[in-house]
């Protein structure tokens, strides 16, 4: 092999010379500057007024284990409820037909425009609107017995996500070509065949990225719950410190739990990106 | 649902060669975009087997009246007839409804597009591009359907590649995939939309090869396309649009060779500088 130098004699050669490795400087300094920080941090929480003990014990207690469970459970229900009713909204308001445009669109607005907190306190105290619910003549529940804190806790989730949803739907129907919808078409398929079968396994790509956040933040908003009674995994660590005064050593207990179902989540979710990424040039 | 006028039926202006009846006629469409007259007034029919290549300037409107026969684009004015139905519409005494959705879906299973920028589903593989129709819209069993997709990939010349995704395959390659996607439908007419202008100059050939043994198997075809050679060699008839109208039609060698009109010759002149 002929070296640059070699046909350049006015150029040093270098061909037998080493690359010396950079040195971050800059991160080493910030590694010890954070390690320093995390010490003292972790030193203050030791010697502090929390009993580690306690959190030990109460981490698998019945109650928070239960808790744990209604707050999983509460997620998963919700994000169906949202995701279909997003679905639904999405498709509704990208209908060609105007009363569905303006029913998908007036969704939205109601619910984005109001809290969460506010829609589950509706929710739950519905009987004070409408004592009894049914179709009259043919059967009617009383509200109370129906509006259980459970069935609020989900209706106001889900359908408060709902709204959400619909516009993460939009956007990923949006991101696919209209050259998809019309060779779908030109195949025979109708407006939600071509939907179902062509365009959201393509929006997924753009669905699920957001669609993981409002997972994990559902996970916490069931949280809410806990105004209403939904024995989630907050209320449940409130009842006991209501009871034996240990306030921070059950509120770290619940943030332990709320930290490992988000860690369990987030791989989930790349799992998911990796599966819609299918013939993708990009995200995969 | 809503009655609309009938569309006043002049016979058509551009007469088919003799022999069959036409297994397309167009007969007077008007289509507007606001007040742009995208297809103004055409009139033309079609023969089984014929190959009609459609030539002419960009914006003359020869895609929306390609998209017209398959219904993408729903026409402002006059009829357009495939394979014995009226397009769109149905026919009650002497008032003309328009047909649901459902309806204009199993009518589109006449045609097969091919569109300029291929369309393939990304998501889906070569071979699950050519079966998802079959399966999903007719219905076959997935075993059949997989079975005539490799025959249709052998057919274009992708045997090797029924498992690649649309990514993995260059241009030629897609559009041939599209080409059988299409063909899995059994469709009785075939419409091409300058399937060859959005590919590398050294694809072009064995996309137009396909079309050309196509030609010869005798599928009915109307091609939109630039490619004067291709449509001297496989076109039975040529006709040249401009303005949303046809200015000129006739065999191949006729209007390439020696156009009656000033307009077809200068464009003809302007593609082949
Ligand atoms: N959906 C639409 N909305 C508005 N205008 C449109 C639409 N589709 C087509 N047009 C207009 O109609 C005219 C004819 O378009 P068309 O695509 O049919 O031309 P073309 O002959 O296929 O041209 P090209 O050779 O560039 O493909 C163009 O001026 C175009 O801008
Ligand atoms: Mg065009």
């Known amino acids: 092999m002929t070296t640059p130098a070699a046909s350049h004699p006015s150029l040093p050669d270098i061909s037998g010379h080493t690359i010396v490795a950079e040195r971050y400087w800059g991160r080493w300094v910030a590694v010890a500057i954070i390690t320093v920080l995390i010490a003292a941090l972790a030193r203050a929480f030791a010697v502090g007024q929390i009993e580690w003990a306690f959190v030990g014990q109460f981490l698998t207690a019945k109650s928070i284990l239960e808790g744990l469970a209604n707050t999983i459970l509460m997620t998963i229900g919700a994000m169906t409820l949202g995701i279909v009713l997003g679905v639904v909204a999405a498709v509704m308001r990208m209908s060609p037909n105007p009363v569905l445009k303006g029913v998908a669109m007036g969704y939205a607005w109601l619910f984005r425009g109001t809290p969460v907190i506010l829609q589950l306190l509706l929710w739950f105290n519905l009987a004070l609107i409408f004592p009894t619910l049914g179709i009259p003549g043919l059967f009617s529940f009383r509200t109370v017995d129906v509006m259980t804190p459970a069935v609020a806790a989900l209706l106001g989730l889900g359908i408060n996500q709902g709204a959400y949803t619909s516009e993460v739907m939009r956007a990923g129907m949006l991101s696919v070509d209209v050259g998809q919808y019309e060779a779908a078409k030109s195949i025979g398929m109708t407006r939600l065949k071509a939907l179902r079968r062509i365009v959201f396994p393509q929006a997924m790509r753009v669905i699920i990225p957001p669609l993981g956040n409002e997972f994990i933040g559902m996970v916490k908003l069931t949280s809410l719950a806990s105004v209403i009674q939904y024995s989630e995994i907050l209320h449940n660590a409130q009842n006991i410190y209501y009871a034996n005064s240990r306030v921070i050593e059950l509120l770290i207990v619940a943030a332990i739990w709320y930290l490992v179902v988000v860690s369990v989540l987030t791989p989930a979710q790349m799992l998911l990106e990796r599966h819609y990424g299918r013939g993708g040039g990009v995200g995969r | ?273």
């Open chain 2, 1 to 273: 649902m809503t009655a609309v006028t009938p569309p006043t039926m002049t016979p058509p202006a551009m007469t088919p060669p003799p022999g069959l009846p036409p297994i397309v006629s167009i007969i007077d469409v008007h289509k507007s975009f606001g007040t742009f007259k995208a297809v103004d007034g055409v009139s033309l029919d079609v023969a089984p087997g014929e190959v009609v290549c459609i030539i002419g300037a960009s914006g003359s409107g020869k895609t929306t009246l390609l998209r017209c026969i398959n219904q993408l684009v729903q026409i402002d004015r006059g009829a357009i007839w495939v394979d014995g139905e009226l397009a769109g519409l149905r026919i009650d005494g002497d008032k003309l409804y328009h047909l649901p959705e459902k309806e204009i879906a199993r009518q589109r299973l006449a045609t097969g597009m091919v569109f300029q920028r291929f369309n393939l589903f990304p998501h889906l593989t070569a071979l699950e591009n050519i079966i998802e129709g079959p399966v999903h819209v007719l219905g076959k069993p997935r075993r059949e359907a997989i079975e005539e997709a490799h025959a249709l990939l052998k057919r274009v010349g992708l045997s090797e590649k029924a498992d690649a995704y649309p990514t993995n395959l260059s241009g030629g390659q897609q559009q041939r995939v599209a080409i059988a996607r299409a063909l899995a439908m059994k469709p009785k007419l075939m419409l091409f939309d300058e399937p060859t202008s959005a590919l590398d100059p050294e694809l072009v050939g064995e996309v137009l090869a396909v079309m050309r043994e196509l030609a010869a198997s005798g599928m009915t075809m109307i091609v939109v396309t630039h490619e004067l050679g291709f449509a001297r060699e496989v076109a039975d008839r040529v006709v040249f649009m401009d303005h949303g109208a046809i200015v000129e039609t006739g065999p191949a060698s006729q209007v390439l060779g020696s156009p009656k009109e000033a307009r077809t010759g200068a464009f003809i002149a302007a593609v082949l500088a």
